[in-house]
């Protein structure tokens, strides 16, 4: 009922990511899943398919993303954030889209957007959101304080 893939440094681009999406959005046991990925030539279509997975899985308690050193940007973000707001499972998140090599592919509007869902979100009780060295700047710290203020269920951050 756990799985921890690291694919760290073994060349996983869009093609396996978007395999591996399809698979978790059917699969029907998993309920954690911890997925390490590191290729900057995997980007947002895997990103936006991992998010429809998310949104669509419902058996998933715990996921773990990480994405640094990908190609993934807002697109990724922002549909991370609209599976948050309707997958009414999920208890625990970390994602983490740490900027190493996307620059500021990853901004406000990732930002923004996940405070919206956690203002919609009635499920997730921990959440770990690592954005650190990337475009995020005053309006997503602003948003996600009255986020924060809104949501009822968070009890770790």
């Not at 959005?25 to 954690?32: R, V």
């Not at 398919?49 to 949104?55: G, R, S």
């Not at 190493?100 to 996940?114: L, N, P, R, S, Y």
Request: glycine share 10%; net charge negative.
């Amino acid at each position: 009922q756990s799985l921890h893939l690291d694919l760290y440094g073994i060349g996983v681009c869009d093609q396996t990511g978007l395999v591996m999406a399809a698979a978790l959005k059917e699969n029907s046991t998993l309920q954690s899943l911890q997925l390490d990925l590191d290729d900057p030539s995997m980007g947002d279509q895997t990103g936006a398919a991992m998010a429809e997975a998310f949104k669509e899985n419902s058996t998933l308690r715990s996921l773990h993303l990480d994405l640094r050193s990908t190609g993934v940007g807002d697109q990724t973000g922002v549909a991370m954030a609209a599976a948050l707001k309707e997958n009414s499972t999920l208890q625990s998140l970390h994602l983490d889209l740490l900027g190493i090599d996307a620059g500021d592919q990853v901004g406000d509007q990732t930002g923004v957007a996940i405070a919206a869902a956690l203002k919609e979100n009635s499920t997730l009780q921990s959440l770990h959101l690592d954005l650190y060295g990337i475009g995020v700047c005053d309006q997503t710290g602003l948003v996600m304080a009255a986020a924060l203020k809104e949501n009822s269920t968070l009890q770790s951050l």
